[in-house]
């Protein structure tokens, strides 16, 4: 047997190249998401988690700056240098009370005479809300006394100064104490005073109400103090960030957490993983395309145009006056022979198009008024007739009145004006609605108006004699008016009145205008049986 030595054909070619292409770039995009997106996405969550520390910070930190202000001011007051010197003996009575406490958002003050003994307390119990007021830690204020003693203890390093300290024992609080002096800052200084805010419940409510973060304080010794930057541990639902408050140089330090949704995080690496899945999928869908294309370029195009030209060629697969030029877009597009070919067809059947269409506009259009003619009337009405969602039908026929009369008066040219401003008012009367109005005879008006019951109807018509006896069109030879009027016929057609014809339809029209005319013309007369048998 004599070897055939392997040739692949034109699409196994292809399929090698575009399988070669799909994992060549699925490839690049796993390195792209490994390698480059996902350290981007990773750093940027480290920074919205530090931002969102340092904001936390922020906030604390404005906490205790407040603080800070609010014992320096009172501290700097001439009442209480005298008070902490023994004297001012009201200052107590009239400066605390526990609703003051309830306004501020501390809820310990405390006053130092220079030797570092205790002048007076005054705060709430965090434990049961319970307010004192005393001159040492005993009775309703003992469960100040360790707060006061921790305080009392870092005194000597606050000194001549104003600073802020934390508290870690017997209940984490924030401390600003400042140094007693008079009111324009002159000395020499007499005690201290400090302000406690304890961390609790309500603090970490009030800043978790600030960021939109849940915040969790903590109080570590001096020796825990560690570094600045943020401790990151990442859970697949959140985020948690810490890192101490560096308010203060010395002592306890406050250590802040707060727990980010990865929400965000999660949303674009799935986003990019969808995007790298319909990658694929693409790709998959491009070599469909691609081996679709070779039949396309050669057998289909031409089987296409043959099926348009037989269609074009065969009367019974088209309309009498217009030929189909839709020549399919993908010969049209085309640069070649076929594409030329398929262009020079299409402008040579719009053109036949545009001159039948012309033509068909003539034939249904009344060229004085340009409202639409008996033909086009007609054939409107049959259609609705022979619709299976028709509901019901009204039709007015509508008549100038001793028209004649007013054309040997005023002779044609004057008529026709007058024709084309009674279609204008007519057609402007009932603009916006569903109607059709046409001009069926010389002075004669059709209205079709599907779906409008009878009585509404009548009002329309009656809207309509309104409106052209308003033009006040001049008509001295008439025996009804002064000015142009119409008389008009209603018929309507009900849903459960079975089928009609145009011809019966457009007759009791017919019955009833000329009972309007019998009657003495100028009115609206809606059909009614007795009409036919009385003509």
Excluded at 311 to 332: A, G, H, I
Excluded at 358 to 376: C, H, V, Y
Excluded at 465 to 486: C, G, N
């Amino acid at each position: 047997m004599k070897f055939q030595p392997y040739f692949p054909s034109l699409i196994q070619k292809f399929l090698m190249l575009l399988a070669l292409i799909t994992v060549s770039a699925l490839s690049a995009l796993f390195f792209i998401e490994r390698f480059i997106v996902m350290p981007k996405l990773i750093s940027q969550e480290d920074n919205l988690a530090g931002a969102a520390l340092d904001r936390a910070r922020t906030a604390l930190g404005n906490s205790h700056q407040s603080l800070a202000a609010q014992a320096r001011d009172w501290a700097h007051w001439d009442d209480t240098y005298e008070f902490v010197q023994g004297e001012r003996s009201d200052y107590a009575r009239t400066n605390f009370s526990r609703e003051m406490y309830e306004d501020f958002e501390y809820q310990l003050t405390a006053f130092f005479d220079s030797h570092r003994s205790l002048v007076w307390v005054a705060g709430t119990n965090p434990s049961n809300d319970q307010y004192g007021a005393c001159n040492n830690t005993e009775g309703r204020c003992d469960w100040a006394s360790s707060t006061i003693k921790q305080i009392n203890h870092w005194l000597p390093a606050i000194g001549h100064s104003q600073g802020n300290i934390h508290l870690l024992t017997p209940m984490p609080a924030l401390v600003s104490i400042a140094e007693v002096l008079r009111t324009d800052g002159s000395g020499p200084p007499k005690g201290w005073v400090a302000k406690v805010r304890f961390i609790d419940r309500s603090l970490e409510t009030s800043l978790k109400q600030q960021l939109g973060l849940p915040v969790m304080l903590t109080v570590q010794p001096e020796n825990r103090r560690g570094s600045d930057t943020p401790a990151i541990q990442r859970q697949p639902e959140y985020l948690w960030v810490s890192g101490p408050l560096s308010d203060t140089d010395t002592g306890p330090v406050v250590h802040l957490a707060t727990r980010i949704p990865r929400q965000e995080f999660r949303t674009q690496v799935r986003v990019f993983r969808y995007a790298l899945l319909w990658t694929g999928v693409l790709l998959v869908c491009v070599i469909g395309l691609v081996l679709l294309l070779l039949m396309r370029q050669v057998l289909q195009p031409l089987s296409l145009f043959s099926r348009f030209i037989s269609r074009n060629q065969n009367p019974r697969d088209r309309l009498p006056y217009l030929t189909d030029t839709q020549v399919p877009t993908s010969l049209v597009k085309r640069n070649d022979e076929i594409g030329k070919l398929a262009r020079h067809v299409k402008v040579m059947l719009e053109q036949q198009n545009a001159q039948s269409r012309e033509l068909l506009k003539l034939s249904m259009q009344d060229p004085l008024t340009s409202l639409p003619n008996r033909r086009a009337f007609d054939s409107r009405l049959e259609q609705i007739l022979n619709s299976s969602s028709l509901q019901s039908l009204s039709v007015l026929m509508i008549d100038i009145d001793h028209f004649k009369l007013y054309n040997d008066h005023y002779g044609h040219p004057a008529g026709d004006a007058c024709l084309i401003r009674v279609a204008s008012c007519l057609q402007e009367t009932v603009k916006g609605r569903r109607v059709m109005v046409a001009r069926t005879g010389g002075e004669e008006f059709s209205v079709l108006m599907p779906g409008t019951p009878e009585s509404q109807a009548e009002k329309s018509a009656e809207q309509l004699r309104a409106a052209v006896a308003a033009l006040a069109i001049p008509h001295a030879t008439s025996p009804t008016a002064s000015v142009i009027t119409l008389s008009i016929g209603v018929a309507f057609h009900g849903a459960g009145a079975g089928l009609a014809s145009r011809i019966q339809l457009m007759k009791q029209a017919d019955d009833a205008l000329y009972e309007a005319k019998r009657k003495g013309r100028n009115q609206v007369v809606n059909f009614r049986p007795e009409h036919t048998s009385e003509l």
